[in-house]
């Protein structure tokens, strides 16, 4: 990725749980005619996050798969516990509030979603990636039923 911006938005999560943010962010993630890769280390919160995306919408679903179950590289949307982008993305969602820093050079964009159990780490990579002039910072927070780029 030499030469280009990483973008990282950070969602604060207060309202409702990553299992709803995930299939709005995996819908605009496709598109822009990306692909995304989901990484959670809770096995609970991806099937939380799988049946989101299945139910995401009466009228459609949003195709996925999970990471080691086969045609990795053929999933648009795929289910991880690792960084590794199987499916061949350039957008990666933390849905778990974990940050995953060594990550950093394999995606164009990362999604890190965190609540307040997290809020400390996220504040820190928040920090640590201010002092890199090609990561381009935003902030997301809930306001009502609506997302908001904060300050």
């Not at 962010?25 to 049946?51: C, F, H, M, N, P």
């Not at 590794?84 to 993305?89: I, L, S, T, V």
């Not at 504040?123 to 090609?134: P, Q, V």
């Amino acid at each position: 990725m030499s030469g280009t911006c990483l973008r990282v938005d950070f969602y604060q999560l207060s309202r409702d749980p990553a299992e709803a943010l995930i299939p709005r962010l995996a819908e605009q993630t496709l598109k822009a005619g990306e692909r995304l890769l989901v990484v959670t280390g809770d096995a609970g919160q991806a099937a939380r996050i799988s049946q989101a995306l299945w139910a995401h919408k009466p009228e459609s679903f949003l195709a996925h798969g999970a990471a080691g179950e086969g045609d990795d590289d053929r999933q648009p949307i795929l289910l991880s516990d690792t960084p590794e982008p199987a499916n061949g993305a350039r957008f990666a969602a933390f849905a778990d509030g974990v940050w995953r820093g060594g990550a950093r050079g394999r995606f164009e964009r990362l999604f890190h979603v965190f609540g307040a159990e997290t809020i400390e780490a996220a504040r820190a990579a928040w920090r640590e990636l201010g002092e890199d002039e090609t990561v381009e910072r935003r902030f997301w927070k809930q306001e009502g039923g609506r997302w908001v780029e904060g300050p």
